[in-house]
Nanobody
Framework: QVQLVESGGGLVQVGGSLRLSCVAS????????MGWFRQAPGKEREFVAA????????LYADSVKGRFTISRDNAKNTVYLQMNSLKPEDTAVYYC????????????????WGQGTQVTVSS
């Protein structure tokens, strides 16, 4: 069982930056691929980024490529999402998720979820 707790959301102006953090419980964090998803009101949950467990390979949605960076610190059981050049369309609740071993881009492929953190980008 893995428990995930996100933090770092908030209100930011267009063009600003935020860094989200997600702390995981458990002693096998490095064996999990981690993902970030987001869900805006009235929309489906969508993939943002993912990072593999040990070798640090990453995937990004086209909408955030070049602006967002996912990283992890296995010693701290933490995954980060650095968000730069934020746009109003980035406004959503952001969730981190975990699954065994390999990265995935579908929410249904993840086994564990955090409670979410709100990111609001004002214009």
């Amino acid at each position: 069982q893995v428990q995930l707790v996100e933090s770092g959301g908030g209100l930011v102006q267009v063009g600003g930056s935020l860094r989200l953090s997600c702390v995981a419980s458990g002693r096998t964090f490095s064996s999990y691929a981690m993902g970030w998803f987001r869900q805006a009101p009235g929309k489906e949950r969508e993939f943002v980024a993912a990072i593999s467990g040990r070798d640090g390979r990453s995937l990004y949605a086209d909408s955030v490529k070049g602006r967002f960076t996912i990283s992890r610190d296995n010693a701290k059981n933490t995954v980060y999402l650095q968000m730069n050049s934020l746009k109003p369309e980035d406004t959503a609740v952001y969730y981190c998720a975990a699954r065994s071993v390999t990265m995935a881009v579908k929410a249904s492929q993840y086994d564990y979820w955090g409670q979410g953190t709100q990111v609001t980008v004002s214009s």
